[in-house]
């Protein structure tokens, strides 16, 4: 990890867990850390040159509504794949995100999950997620103080929502994988019309005027969650 993470973290007893085959010490956050980060970035290390950021539906309703996008323009900017059945929708960030500018982030209210826990990462160990910060992850907004706690980078990123939200699509994940997706376009077709694409209805006939997009995506994760084994099944 870190020169400046080490000093901060000396003291606290260290008990790791293995991400991506290196050892990482899991955060609280009361642990010290301090963080400057804001809409004009920096040198843009989490926006340049790193993975795919894999991306949640819900997160995908931000983008589009924050960047002015239907589902079929977001396409052809991200990538799209399958894990074990399970469709993918990632932003790439090689060599730069789409929405990287020498001014900043173009969706910054509406950044991911990942972009605002960065250089942190979530990680679920054990039925748990924890919260990481990979040696891998440099970053030039550590800055080497304790005045400043992992809450309340947490708090100042605005992350409560989404870390909910991302919750409740595990959850929904999880669920989807024990019902045994078949590992065939007709998963990927299924998904992106009734999970990913915020185009699309959250249930059929009802088009929920006035909804939260939190709301929307929540109704989507419950009414895919009735109807996507039955459709695969008939697949």
């Excluded at 790193?50 to 539906?57: A, D, E, K, S, W």
């Excluded at 001014?103 to 919260?131: K, M, N, Q, T």
């Excluded at 959850?171 to 019902?179: P, Q």
């Excluded at 998904?191 to 088009?207: C, K, M, Q």
Aim: charged share 20%.
């Amino acid at each position: 990890m870190p020169n400046i993470f080490n000093e901060l973290m000396s003291n606290k007893p260290i008990t790791c867990i293995t991400v991506a085959g290196a050892d990482v010490v899991p955060l609280s956050e009361a642990d010290p850390l301090q963080l400057m980060c804001g809409p004009a970035g920096c040198s843009a290390t989490c926006c340049k040159n790193g993975p795919p950021i894999v991306l949640n539906p819900y997160e995908i309703s931000l983008i589009c509504s924050e960047g002015g996008l239907s589902y079929e323009d977001l396409l052809d900017i991200v990538e799209t794949g399958r894990a074990e059945g399970f469709p993918l929708v990632m932003l790439p960030r090689d060599p730069a995100c789409h929405f990287w500018t020498e001014e900043g982030c173009r969706i910054y209210r509406a950044r991911p999950l990942a972009c605002r826990l960065f250089p942190l990462g979530r990680v679920f160990d054990g039925g748990r997620s924890h919260l990481v910060l990979p040696e891998r992850n440099t970053c030039g907004g550590l800055v080497p103080t304790r005045s400043g706690s992992v809450g309340d980078y947490l708090i100042i990123q605005k992350t409560p929502l989404h870390r909910e939200m991302a919750d409740r699509w595990i959850e929904f994940v999880s669920e989807m994988e024990r019902t045994g997706l078949p590992d065939k376009p007709v998963t990927s077709v299924a998904f992106h019309l009734l999970v990913y694409s915020p185009d699309t209805p959250p249930e059929a006939g009802n088009r929920y005027p006035g909804a939260s997009l939190e709301e929307r995506f929540l109704v989507r994760l419950v009414t895919a969650q009735k109807n996507l084994p039955r459709y695969l099944g008939r697949a």
